[in-house]
């Protein structure tokens, strides 16, 4: 089927691989297309194949799932990373969000919520589990001193609705403007903030109370 989401796998380990192989075989609307057991071959499968998402370890031998991401990311940015690890820690998260990707997920997470997690973003939005969400925010904010909003009321609202999962093509009808005019506020807040990824300006919106 056309329609259907092309997925690579990469992991290490071939049971692993072999598991979630078999998990996304039962899902119509889901094609893994293909494999890579280090971060240097997914580089490459990637490169070849052009798959709409990317299941992606984190530790693995020759190059691992991080600097893979952004090796990936550097050469397509439309690129859709998501990691799917058994490290349930805030570094861990922290440098998976700066490397690019677009969610993070548990391996102990259920079949359904891994499929709800390729098709979330698979249409633009971001994906992180309840449990990985309790452990990036857990900790409390504290600011070192107080800094002046440089967002004007328009890129605030904007970066509520990519907070709340929006794709740009969502948040231009919401907001009834076109959608390149979101892309160019999405690349100024980016810019203003100096942050570099959809899941780092979730993260900022949520620490500056902009979600109420």
Do not use: W
Not at 115 to 133: K, L, W
């Amino acid at each position: 089927m056309d329609n259907e989401i092309k997925v690579v796998i990469v992991d290490d380990h071939q049971v692993v691989l072999d598991g979630f192989i078999a998990r996304l075989a039962l899902e119509k609307g889901i094609e893994v297309i293909g494999t890579a057991s280090n971060g240097m071959e997914a580089v490459e499968v990637v490169k070849q194949l052009n798959p709409d998402v990317i299941l992606m370890d984190v530790s693995m031998p020759v190059m691992n799932g991080i600097d893979a991401t952004k090796v990936i990311r550097e050469e397509n940015q439309d690129a859709k990373v998501l990691m799917l690890t058994m490290h349930n820690n805030r570094e861990y998260i922290m440098k998976v969000m700066q490397a690019g990707a677009v969610g993070y997920m548990l391996k102990e997470t259920s079949a359904e919520k891994m499929v709800q997690a390729i098709i979330t973003v698979n249409q633009g939005s971001t994906y992180f589990c309840e449990s990985v969400t309790q452990t990036l925010f857990s900790q409390e904010v504290i600011p070192s001193a107080p800094k002046a909003n440089p967002l004007s009321r328009r890129e605030e609202a904007i970066l509520k609705l990519v907070a709340q999962g929006h794709s740009s093509k969502k948040i231009a009808t919401l907001l009834d403007i076109s959608c390149r005019t979101v892309e160019t506020h999405r690349q100024n807040i980016k810019h203003k903030l100096d942050l570099h990824s959809t899941a780092e300006l979730a993260k900022y919106a949520f620490e500056h109370n902009l979600l109420n």
